[in-house]
């Protein structure tokens, strides 16, 4: 028995994935799959940081209606509706995972995290619904006419106020991350083109 078991623990030990003597179908499909793993978060990253950047932006236009106008205040906003659904779709998988484990083994920042992205999706929508309600542009474009009433105006102020004050705290809480990928896939590659201008310049 301990001469089977001395046997097995130095054929494991002697199986090495770099060694060139394994089959190359091996090679390749372990290579394939640690590319693959490695490319989807980077290309995910990529597409969160660029939504968030559009989600953040058109929320600066849309808070001060005066200064952009009714129209665009109203098609701005209404077009975001868009980019929060990619949103909500690429972190879907975290927002399962933690809902699944929310009573039970979750660290205190996720828990934050998971409550506030809620409040923000909440709030979102009381935005959303009570901006159709006084909709001077858009519904009356679309031929759609909504009976008026006292409430929604006020409604849609304070949510709007609630949602930059959310929107601050989960930026805070992301603040890390954001710093990170901006690091990564912004100022990374400039600084990379402009030291390889740099060398052409000096070889040249």
């Known amino acids: 028995?301990?001469?089977?078991?001395?046997?097995?623990?130095?054929?494991?030990?002697?199986?090495?994935?770099?060694?060139?003597?394994?089959?190359?179908?091996?090679?390749?499909?372990?290579?394939?799959?640690?590319?693959?793993?490695?490319?989807?978060?980077?290309?995910?990253?990529?597409?969160?940081?660029?939504?968030?950047?559009?989600?953040?932006?058109?929320?600066?236009?849309?808070?001060?209606?005066?200064?952009?106008?009714?129209?665009?205040?109203?098609?701005?906003a209404t077009s975001a509706i868009a980019a929060l659904v990619v949103h909500l779709l690429l972190s879907w998988d975290w927002i399962v995972q933690i809902t699944r484990r929310f009573v039970g083994r979750v660290n205190g920042l996720s828990r934050i995290n998971y409550i506030l992205d809620w409040l923000l999706f909440i709030d979102g929508t009381v935005i959303m619904l009570s901006g159709f309600m006084i909709s001077e542009s858009l519904l009356p474009f679309l031929g759609i006419s909504l009976p008026r009433n006292f409430v929604w105006r006020p409604l849609h102020d304070l949510s709007a106020n609630l949602f930059l004050l959310l929107l601050g705290l989960h930026t805070a809480l992301h603040w890390g991350w954001i710093v990170d990928a901006f690091k990564r896939y912004v100022f990374q590659p400039i600084a990379k083109l402009f030291w390889a201008d740099r060398e052409k310049d000096l070889t040249a």
């Open 1 to 76: 028995m301990r001469e089977i078991f001395t046997k097995s623990s130095y054929f494991i030990r002697t199986f090495d994935t770099n060694d060139v003597s394994l089959p190359a179908t091996i090679l390749d499909i372990q290579g394939d799959k640690m590319a693959e793993n490695q490319t989807k978060p980077k290309t995910q990253t990529k597409l969160k940081l660029v939504i968030d950047i559009i989600i953040f932006l058109v929320f600066l236009i849309t808070m001060d209606p005066h200064s952009s106008g009714i129209t665009i205040h109203e098609w701005l």
